[in-house]
């Protein structure tokens, strides 16, 4: 009997579609069976629907993520700047005193252009305190323009420029007959040996040393370490000079070494240094340069010699303000 009933269930169920649940007539069909079916087939038709809608809805998705841009990325600008300033306790150039063996205050800034990644141009002014000389005509104050192109190729770092020396104060006298403006070029290389050993060599050339009329050249060799924020360094050079015009005397200049070494430690935007200098130019030649400091029919200059000189310094740049 049950067999029976159940037969014509098997077959109809067979012949059901999508759209229709309701068994052919005459047939006996459980009403459980029945709704069962529909239950089923419902939910497989409310699971396409979903799954259709999923797959509209991503495909939206995705299409909208194709036509969303990413945002541009930001702008470096190829400009950089740096000021800076600071106090010595006696301003020394290559051994020689500029400020009569007493401090100086200065101040500089630098403004640079990047090319690329290796090539840097820059223009740089200085200002400092000075009395290049023991008498009232003296400058009172060295103001410097200087200008170059730097050039970096992995560890090696080259920097050919020219540098201006002018003092606006000037006021002509026996002792000065004429402005001590001068110039000269200089090409100044550096290898870095390892992150914390770097060295260099320098090369400077005028063709009127002090506006004397005499041709000059300068070499040295630097060598600095630093580890952390301190750093030791030095440098050794050659100052060479040749004879003055007639107007200074036609004076021969003695050539003389010059060195330094020191340590410094920097922290943030400020930097400490002490350092020992010292010439091989004795008080006589010195005073050729510098003129006698020890009365006018003296002979002998306290400008050059043996000198410990501390400076504190600060360099503020245009990314410490970024």
Same mark, same amino acid.
């Given at each position: ?189 550096? =290898? ?25 050249? =300068? ?104």
């Amino acid at each position: 009997m049950h067999i029976g009933l159940y037969c014509p269930v098997i077959r109809q169920i067979a012949k059901l579609s999508a759209l229709s649940f309701e068994p052919e007539p005459n047939n006996f069909v459980s009403p459980f069976l029945v709704n069962k079916v529909k239950l089923n087939m419902s939910s497989k038709i409310l699971l396409s629907a979903v799954a259709a809608l999923a797959a509209v809805t991503s495909a939206s998705a995705a299409d909208l993520g194709k036509g969303k841009k990413a945002p541009p990325a930001p702008v470096v600008s190829p400009w950089e700047w740096t000021v800076g300033g600071g106090l010595t306790t006696n301003y020394l150039f290559r051994g020689i005193s500029q400020s009569d063996g007493k401090p100086s205050v200065n101040a500089n800034a630098e403004l640079r252009y990047n090319f690329n990644d290796t090539y840097v141009g820059y223009l740089g002014t200085a200002g400092s305190s000075v009395k290049i000389a023991r008498f009232v005509e003296s400058p009172s104050l060295e103001w410097d323009a200087m200008g170059g192109l730097r050039a970096t190729y992995g560890a090696f770092g080259i920097d050919v420029g020219a540098a201006g020396y002018i003092y606006p104060s000037f006021t002509k006298s026996t002792l000065l007959p004429t402005s001590t403006t001068w110039w000269e070029g200089y090409i100044k290389t550096t =290898y870095a040996v390892t992150d914390a050993l770097t060295v260099g060599v320098n090369g400077f050339a005028t063709p009127s040393y002090i506006h004397t009329g005499a041709k000059a050249q =300068y070499v040295a060799g630097t060598v600095a370490y630093k580890f952390g924020d301190f750093a030791v360094s030095g440098e050794l050079g050659r100052q060479f000079l040749g004879k003055a015009d007639v107007t200074h005397g036609s004076t021969n200049y003695a050539d003389y070494t010059y060195w330094n070494v020191g340590a410094g430690y920097t922290y943030k935007i400020a930097t400490v240094d002490l350092r020992y200098h010292s010439t091989s130019l004795n008080k006589t030649k010195c005073s050729d340069i510098t003129g006698p400091t020890n009365g006018a029919s003296g002979t002998q200059s306290s400008y050059c010699g043996n000198a410990v000189v501390g400076t504190l310094s600060f360099a503020l740049t245009s990314k410490d303000v970024k």
